[in-house]
């Protein structure tokens, strides 16, 4: 075979760093792989849970290497879906390859034993924020890897923080906490990676049964979910989460320095609009202030912000159960808080906290001094994978919106951590707001249509 030939010069190339060429899709067609053993099918072999990220293998989940993809699903989460709609609309070339030069973290996090585990890591991608480092060999060789992690740092300027500063309980040092009342943290974005085999362990299921599962209420979004059993990576199309940090993000594995946390579930209501009818963004300004006042003493706090909307169910469901709660007979009240999700959604809570703790595992956490959260189900998850919790504080009771007492007396009673004692009574007595709801009258199909005047 002569030194001109293609295919010696592949050869030559697999040899000398044992990567193979990309294969570079063309994307103007659609190439379906949605079978192992289809011609032309050959993934890069992924060994999840290694420590060598050469060995252990980029996740590669873009559109050009239809062939050597060995994820399923998109990049960006629910967010892909507006990239097609970018590329649709001609606003985005697909065949851009992003510029990566400048986007490294702008501080280190890990290595960490806990990177090595599946049993700790299986919803992240360990490795996602050193793509352009680790897999420096696969960008330069053409492959298309996108980094699923970021990190940087910002200010954050929030009313509640003045508004310890005015009070007393927060005072400026002009490096966590400014005169302001600005805070300055690092951050890291994440995108959800799933590792299956170790997803269907957590869930006690098989991983056959996780994915037809995924595929039905999906109704057969992901094919591949079902036909390609050697693909063992997902990339959902869910939201992600983001971490804050305060203080110094180096002494986070160091059990000796004060941790404080808060593992906090996305309120669009409450966290950004302030409504009262729960408890969510006093518990996360609280466990803020918290955060700040560790860091200040020399520690470092946390809180990591899932994106799981109305309890994972959505907005509209959460709505849909608000109207419920106000119009049922007898009011809105904490005796029947639980039941109403329960009566629109099927389920109470779809938050399953077991990949929960993969983040903290990620920042190598192995012990919390202070955890900010009266939630059971988040206790037991974290210390159920060898992290240590020394205190659990729950939200003062002062900061408990008028509200959000249905909420809070209803999730004491049913064994939230709490000092606090609910008798059956207080379920009876404790009512939200009213807001004179008219009951729903039904229509006919007919007054919904609409004239052409």
Not at 140 to 153: C, E, F, L, S
Not at 220 to 246: H, N, S
């Amino acid at each position: 075979m002569s030194s001109t030939d293609p295919k010696a010069k592949k050869q030559k190339t697999e040899e000398d760093d044992g990567i193979p060429l990309p294969d570079l899709s063309p994307v103007d067609f659609i190439n379906l792989t949605s079978h192992s053993d289809a011609f032309g099918v050959d993934p890069i072999p992924v060994s999840w849970g290694h420590p060598n990220p050469m060995v252990r293998g980029p996740v590669i989940c873009t559109i050009r290497h239809a062939a050597q993809r060995n994820a399923i699903g998109a990049h960006q989460g629910s967010y892909c879906v507006y990239t097609g709609l970018a590329v649709a609309a001609g606003k985005l070339n697909p065949e851009h390859m992003p510029d990566l030069k400048l986007t490294s973290p702008v501080f280190d996090i890990g290595p960490f034993p806990s990177w090595a585990d599946p049993k700790k890591i299986a919803s992240i991608d360990p490795f996602g924020h050193v793509v352009t480092d680790c897999y420096r060999s696969y960008l330069d060789k053409g492959y298309d890897i996108r980094p699923t992690i970021a990190v940087t740092k910002a200010h954050i300027d929030l009313p509640e923080t003045r508004e310890a500063m005015a009070a007393g309980r927060l005072k400026a040092d002009g490096v966590v906490l400014l005169e302001t009342g600005q805070s300055i943290v690092s951050k890291a974005a994440i995108e959800p990676v799933w590792y299956l085999p170790e997803v269907a362990r957590r869930f006690g299921c098989s991983e056959a049964k996780l994915r037809q599962s995924i595929f039905r209420m999906t109704n057969g979004m992901y094919p591949e979910l079902i036909t390609r059993p050697d693909l063992k990576i997902f990339l959902p199309p869910i939201g992600g989460l983001t971490i804050y940090i305060w203080g110094d993000p180096d002494t986070i594995p160091d059990e000796d320095i004060p941790l404080t946390c808060r593992v906090h579930d996305e309120c669009n209501g409450s966290d950004v609009f302030g409504s009262d009818i729960c408890t969510c963004r006093p518990y996360m300004t609280h466990a803020i202030e918290e955060c700040i006042k560790t860091a200040q003493a020399g520690g470092c706090g946390i809180v990591v912000y899932f994106r799981k909307e109305g309890r994972s169910l959505g907005e509209v469901t959460k709505y849909l159960v608000y109207n419920t709660r106000k119009r049922q007979e007898g009011g809105d009240s904490a005796e029947k808080y639980f039941n109403c999700t329960e009566q629109v959604a099927g389920v109470q809570d779809t938050r399953f906290q077991a990949l929960m703790p993969d983040p903290l595992h990620f920042l190598g956490v192995t012990k919390i001094h202070n955890f900010i959260s009266m939630s059971d189900m988040k206790y037991n998850a974290i210390v159920n994978t060898g992290i240590k919790i020394e205190n659990r504080i729950e939200i003062p009771p002062e900061l408990v919106p008028a509200d959000a007492q249905v909420e809070i007396t209803a999730k004491v009673f049913h064994g939230y951590n709490s000092s606090s004692t609910v008798t059956t009574q207080d379920m009876k007595d404790t009512k939200g707001r009213e807001y004179a709801y008219e009951q729903p009258k039904e229509k006919q199909a007919g007054e919904y249509i609409v004239e052409d005047k």
